[in-house]
DNA sequence: ATGTATGCAAAACATTTGCACCTGG
DNA sequence: CCAGGTGCAAATGTTTTGCATACAT
C-alpha cells in the first residue's frame, strides 16, 4: 500500500505518482533511471511526460521516499528506500546492481572521521566490476 | 618532471597540456573541475578553450595520469592519480576534499565482492559530512 | 610536411522550468 | 472550486563534437 507514503509526504495522490511508485516497488533489480521509468511508462500505455518523472522523482527523493544514486555513467537511478542502509556493488557489463552492508566498514568510516574531525551526513560506497557468475538480465 | 608522462601517453607536448598538468599538480586541494580549471587558466591569460580542457582531462584520465571522481553536485572533479589508491570525505559546506586510506575497509570489500562472486574492478567511496574543526579556504 | 591539437560554435545529453490547461479532494 | 499537478516546449548546465586553422615533431 503506497498511497499512505505519497500522501504522508503532503503529496495528491496521482495517477503518474502511483504508477512511478508502482513500477520502483515492481522492478526487477530495484534501481531505474528517469528515462527507463519514462519509457516503461509509454510501454504500459500511460501518457506521463518525462518532466513530470523527474518532478515527481524529486518529490519522492525530497520526501525520503526513494533514493538518488550516481552510479558509472551520466543518468542518476532510482530505488525505493528501504529502513536499512545498504551500499551497491554494480556489474559494468550488464547494469545489474546487488546491495549489500557490512558493519565493519560503517564503523570504519565512523572511527576514521572522527580521527578526522569530520561529522560524517551520508556517504555513497559502490564497487564497479563484474559477476563471475551467471545470472544477467538487464 | 610532468612531459614525460605526457609522451609517455603518446600525446604531443603542447601548452595546454602542460598548463592543465601544473594547475592539478599545485592545486591546493589537488580536486578541479573543468570549469575550474578553465577559469584559472583564463585568469592567468592563457588562450585556452573549454572544449580544450575537457578533452586534455579525458585523454589524461585515458592514460591513467588523472583521475575523475564525481562528487555530490553535478560536475566532476579531476586530480592527479596518485601511486596508492585512496577514497575521499567531502565537505558539505566548503567543498574541502580530504583523502584517506583504510586498509580494513579494503580487505572487507575483496571479501565482500568474492562472497557475492564479483570481480571488483574499481570502487567508489565518498563520505559527505562537515569538517567540525576550522581550516576552510575553498 | 603532415598528422595532431586547438579554438570556436554548434550539438548532445540529462535535468529543470515556464506556462496554459487539467484534475484531485 | 482551486490549489496543486501535468504535458509540452523551451531553457539550463555540463560535456562532447565538427570543422577550419595552427602547431609539434
Redesign the pocket.
Known amino acids: 500500500m503506497e498511497e499512505k507514503d505519497i500522501?504522508r509526504a503532503?503529496?495528491?495522490?496521482?495517477?503518474?505518482?502511483l504508477k512511478i511508485l508502482e513500477l520502483l516497488s515492481t522492478a526487477p533489480d530495484r534501481h531505474m533511471?528517469?528515462?527507463e521509468i519514462y519509457r516503461r511508462l509509454l510501454s504500459n500505455d500511460?501518457?506521463?511526460?518525462?518532466?513530470?518523472?523527474?518532478?515527481?522523482?524529486?518529490q519522492f527523493e525530497a520526501a525520503g521516499l526513494i533514493t538518488r544514486h550516481h552510479f558509472e555513467g551520466?543518468?542518476?537511478v532510482f530505488e525505493i528506500s528501504s529502513e536499512d542502509h545498504h551500499d551497491h556493488m554494480v556489474c559494468s557489463k550488464t547494469g545489474r546492481v546487488v546491495e549489500f552492508f557490512d558493519e565493519v566498514i560503517e564503523q570504519r568510516q565512523q572511527a576514521i572521521a572522527a580521527a578526522h574531525g569530520f561529522k560524517i551526513s551520508g556517504h555513497s560506497l559502490i564497487l564497479y566490476g563484474e559477476f563471475t557468475q551467471k545470472a544477467d538480465e538487464s
Chains 1, 2 share one sequence.
Not at 10 to 17: A, M, V, W
Open positions: 500522501k503532503g503529496l495528491k495522490i496521482t495517477q503518474p505518482r533511471s528517469a528515462e500511460e501518457d506521463i511526460g518525462l518532466a513530470t518523472v523527474y518532478r515527481v522523482l524529486t551520466t543518468q542518476a
